[in-house]
């Protein structure tokens, strides 16, 4: 108990891990600010991200610092669709696979909701990735990151579509 009341204390203090990391020139975690995202500080790959999301939406810690300006948050912060695409696809990336193989579906609406993509738009970029599946799904393996930059060469390779490009 006393380990977390002084880790609280000190991210209170120094702003958090991800204040510290923007000011080093990193970028912050994809994991957004809060306690969890605090306990699992530098480890890498989606499980201790979506550790560190759950941990932060679940507990309610998210709120208290975004509105008080402590645990890595910031007050006047903005939410940038980039960031909110890495949570979407951290989240459901099996989901995602399965709505571009068919075409459709609700992860997939979400994501061009997302990027806003125009509704005379929707139709071509649901063709464009599920054309491009393999492309972007090469392996059960593959990484939120890897299929950010899949689907941005698909986009940036479409004369409509190119405005849609994740800037990263």
Request: aromatic content about 4%; glycine content about 10%; overall charge negative.
């Amino acid at each position: 108990m006393r380990l977390v009341l002084a880790s609280a204390v000190l991210a209170v203090t120094l702003g958090g891990p991800a204040a510290w990391a923007q000011q080093q020139g990193e970028p912050a975690s994809s994991a957004g600010c809060g306690v969890g995202t605090m306990l699992f500080e530098g480890q890498k790959g989606p499980v201790p991200q979506i550790l560190a999301v759950t941990t932060n939406g679940t507990s309610g810690n998210q709120t208290f610092g975004i509105t008080s300006g402590t645990l890595g948050c910031e007050k006047d912060g903005v939410v940038r669709p980039p960031t909110k695409v890495h949570v979407l696809l951290l989240s459901s990336l099996d989901n995602l696979a399965g709505d571009v193989a068919r075409g459709d579906g609700e992860t997939l609406n979400s994501l061009a909701s997302l990027l806003t993509v125009a509704p005379e738009d929707q139709p071509r970029f649901f063709a464009a990735l599920q054309h491009n599946f393999v492309r972007l799904f090469p392996s059960e393996n593959v990484t939120v990151d890897e299929v950010i930059a899949s689907m941005n060469a698909v986009l940036a390779q479409d004369a409509v579509l190119q405005r849609y490009v994740i800037a990263t």
